[in-house]
């Protein structure tokens, strides 16, 4: 707890969703990367926002997450903050920020957390040298989130957008790496696309949230990348994803209606004009 966010309940931190798993309670993530979405995100109960390297595919037009840059994630993740009030506040390193040394990843990671206030990192991946970076991290003060199953920034030696963890020997793998970025201090994790009873088996395993998406019902959160689940994303239409508002019609409608009354005469109308 600490400062009180827009919607008047306490300020969320690692340490308190590990609580909110203990209690049973389930936890509500959402992606966003402006201004103005994070200060409507402030008025909800959302638990954690995070700023996602989807960016690369949502707001800047590529079709991977691999040429997003940590200064293009620094941008966005400060105009975030700037928005933002109550909900924790985490930040992918984007590709490339965190394969390359401890001293790297620990550099690039000061960045975010300086130069954003932000007050966590996602790392991708749950081999030998991520768990090395989580350590480092985490050892530095910096609140680090996992994230396992699809990971797109290995979406080339992963071969493409498909259910994880299907084969035993690979499901094995995802519990015990689960196990490990657990042990090297990470305070939650992202399972991402993983049939729901090995989602499920990973989140009874550890004493950390596990944070779904495409995983299941059965894991401890859920996050969805707030553009598709608005609705502003039409051609993206996995089996997951819930929209929960229609938004790109609402602002289609909008734009054509504005045109309509620009072209017809009838705005701007006299109350939205100044006399004298
Ligand atoms: O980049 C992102 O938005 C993510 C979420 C889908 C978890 O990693």
Redesign the pocket.
């Known amino acids: 707890m600490g400062d009180s966010g827009e919607s008047g309940r306490g300020r969320v931190t690692a340490g308190g969703l590990v609580a909110m798993k203990k209690r049973g309670e389930k936890i509500a993530v959402l992606?966003c990367y402006d201004y103005l979405f994070a200060r409507i995100l402030s008025e909800s109960e959302i638990d954690v926002v995070?700023v996602?390297?989807?960016?690369g595919q949502v707001v800047l037009g590529h079709d991977s997450?691999l040429p997003v840059t940590l200064d293009d994630m620094i941008h966005h993740a400060g105009a975030v903050r700037r928005g933002l009030r109550g909900p924790m506040l985490v930040v992918?390193m984007p590709f490339l920020s965190h394969q390359v040394s401890d001293e790297d990843a620990l550099r690039n990671a000061g960045r975010v957390m300086r130069e954003t206030g932000a007050e966590g990192v996602?790392l991708e991946g749950g081999g030998a040298s991520v768990r090395d970076r989580v350590r480092v991290l985490v050892g530095s003060g910096i609140p680090v989130m996992g994230?396992l199953g699809l990971t797109?920034q290995s979406i080339h030696g992963l071969g493409g957008y498909s259910v994880q963890g299907r084969e035993k020997e690979e499901a094995d793998r995802l519990l015990r790496e689960a196990a490990e970025l657990e042990a090297a201090g990470c305070f939650s994790i992202?399972l991402?696309l993983l049939p729901t009873a090995l989602a499920d088996e990973i989140t009874r395993s550890i004493g950390i949230p596990t944070i779904g998406?495409g995983a299941g019902p059965r894991c401890d959160g859920q996050?969805l990348?707030l553009p598709d689940m608005l609705g502003l994303n039409p051609v993206f239409r996995p089996r997951f994803l819930r929209r929960f508002a229609e938004l790109g019609e609402a602002a289609r409608d909008g734009i054509a209606e504005y045109v309509r009354a620009v072209k017809a005469g009838e705005y701007p109308g006299a109350a939205e004009s100044y006399e004298g």
């Open positions: 992606t995070l996602g390297d989807s960016l997450t992918d996602k994230h797109p992202v991402e998406i996050v990348v």
